[in-house]
């Protein structure tokens, strides 16, 4: 990736933030940037009291030391007491280990979607399909 499809990236969720509708959470240390997430309200009306978790990340230096857990665990309290959602969900790739991670911070694995992710020809990964009540 290029510097400017990364800014075209941050442009594009910057423009969905609302705080009724989708935030950025972000985590620090001593002061710096060390992970962050996006949750967002589901749009269609059937499903408007569920929410997406996605772009889960930590610093990569910094993975080990509790900060996508203490995402993870805010999260919870933002989409439940601000947001007022009552469910939340996200996907993981599989063969990373991110389902045990997010299996020791409550989420439920609630089944796959195999092979769906195609990260080079010959190499294709299920997509976890995981689900937290509020």
């Known amino acids: 990736m290029t510097p ?3 800014q075209a990236a941050v442009d594009r969720l910057a423009d969905g933030l609302a ?14 940037l060390a992970g962050w997430l996006v949750v967002r309200r589901e749009a269609h009306p059937l499903e ?12 990569v230096q910094l993975q080990g030391l509790g900060i996508g857990a203490a995402l993870m665990h805010r ?18 790739r599989a063969g990373l280990g ?3 991670f997010y299996r020791r911070v409550g989420w439920t ?3 796959r979607w195999p092979g769906v992710l195609r990260l080079a020809p010959g190499e294709d990964r299920d997509e976890v399909l995981m689900s937290l009540a509020l």
Do not use: F, I, S, Y
């Not at 959470?25 to 002061?31: M, V, Y």
């Not at 408007?48 to 610093?59: A, E, F, I, R, S």
């Not at 919870?76 to 947001?83: D, K, P």
């Open 98 to 100: 991110l389902e045990h």
């Open 4 to 6: 400017a499809d990364v």
């Open 75 to 92: 999260v919870r309290h933002v989409a439940r007491e601000e947001m007022g959602l009552e469910r939340l969900k996200l996907t993981a």
């Open 48 to 59: 408007k009291h569920c929410g997406v978790v996605n772009h889960v990340q930590t610093q």
């Open 19 to 32: 705080p009724e509708r989708c935030r950025l959470l972000t985590a620090t240390l001593d002061g710096a």
């Open 109 to 111: 694995e609630v089944g």
